[in-house]
C-alpha cells in the first residue's frame, strides 16, 4: 500500500512529502486496520488572509474493504495540519479497530432505539445545520456547488460518490467514522437520499428527500412527461 500525497490549488514541497511518509508509518495503521487499500492526503491552502490561523489544510483519507475514515484539521502551516489531523486519524482507526474485537453493535446505538433520538434540524441564516461545533465558525453560504466562506473568497469543491443504501444505525457508526457533523447516505428502508446529523449533546437528527411526492404534487410530472 503506498502513500500519495497530493495539493489543491497548491504545490507540495518534496520534503513535505517524505515527512507524510515519516509521519504516518504503514505498519501501525495496518495494525490497527489490516484491510486498507489507499492512503491519500490532500493539501490545501486558504489565501484569505482573515483565516491566517488556519491556512493550511491537510486531509487524510484512509480506503479499504470497509467504512472510509476520514480525518482533517487545519493550523498555520501544513505540518502542523499534518499533527493534528494524525491524531485525530489513529483515534479513529483505533475506535473502530477495538469495536471490532467488542461484541457486534456494543456501544452502537440499538437500530430500535435510533427514531428516539432524531429531533428536528435546526438551521442558520445562512440555511446551513447549527451544532455545537459550527456555533461561531465563519459563516458558509453555499450556492449549488459553490461554497462561500464568511465575504469571500468563493471556494468551489465538488465530489461525487458511490455507495450501497444502509441502514440509519449504520450512518451513524460511520459518520463517526470520518469525523463529520453530517452524513448523506441512501435509506435502506425506504430508499430516499438521506442526511444524518449532530445535534446538542449525544442527539441526532436526520433528514429525509421524498422526491416521488414532489413528482406527484406537480402537474406534468416526471411521469407525464415520460408518457407524451
Given at each position: 500500500m503506498d502513500i500519495?500525497?497530493?495539493?489543491?490549488?497548491?504545490?507540495?514541497?518534496?520534503?513535505?512529502?517524505?515527512?507524510?511518509?515519516?509521519?504516518?508509518?504503514?505498519?501501525?495503521?495496518q495494525k490497527l486496520d489490516g484491510k486498507v487499500i489507499s492512503l491519500d492526503v490532500e493539501v490545501s491552502k486558504e489565501p484569505n488572509p482573515r483565516q491566517a490561523d488556519r491556512s493550511d489544510r491537510v486531509e487524510i483519507t484512509v480506503r479499504g474493504r470497509g467504512p472510509v475514515i476520514r480525518a482533517e484539521a487545519a493550523a498555520t502551516d501544513p505540518y502542523a495540519a499534518l499533527d493534528l489531523a494524525t491524531a485525530k486519524l489513529e483515534a479513529r482507526l483505533r475506535k473502530q479497530h477495538d469495536k471490532r474485537l467488542s461484541r457486534r453493535g456494543n456501544g452502537r446505538i440499538p437500530a430500535s432505539e435510533v427514531p428516539a433520538a432524531v429531533g428536528a434540524a435546526e438551521l442558520d441564516s445562512s440555511g446551513r445545520l447549527v451544532t455545537e461545533e459550527t456555533a461561531g465558525e465563519v459563516p458558509v453560504t453555499r450556492m449549488g456547488s459553490l461554497e462561500i466562506r464568511g465575504e469571500g473568497p468563493v471556494v468551489v469543491r465538488e465530489k461525487t460518490h458511490t455507495a450501497a443504501p444502509m441502514s440509519l444505525d449504520q450512518a451513524l457508526y460511520e459518520m463517526?467514522?470520518?469525523?463529520?457533523?453530517?452524513?448523506?447516505?441512501?435509506?435502506?428502508?425506504?430508499?430516499?437520499?438521506?442526511?444524518?446529523?449532530?445535534?446538542?449533546?449525544?442527539?441526532?437528527?436526520?433528514?429525509?428527500?421524498?422526491?416521488?411526492?414532489?413528482?406527484?404534487?406537480?402537474?406534468?410530472?416526471?411521469?407525464?412527461?415520460?408518457?407524451?
Open positions: 500519495v500525497v497530493k495539493g489543491r490549488k497548491t504545490e507540495v514541497p518534496e520534503r513535505f512529502r517524505k515527512h507524510v511518509a515519516e509521519k504516518l508509518k504503514l505498519d501501525k495503521i463517526e467514522l470520518v469525523g463529520h457533523d453530517f452524513y448523506l447516505f441512501v435509506d435502506a428502508e425506504n430508499k430516499t437520499p438521506s442526511v444524518v446529523y449532530r445535534r446538542h449533546a449525544y442527539d441526532y437528527g436526520v433528514i429525509h428527500l421524498n422526491t416521488d411526492a414532489f413528482a406527484e404534487e406537480t402537474p406534468g410530472g416526471a411521469g407525464g412527461a415520460l408518457g407524451g
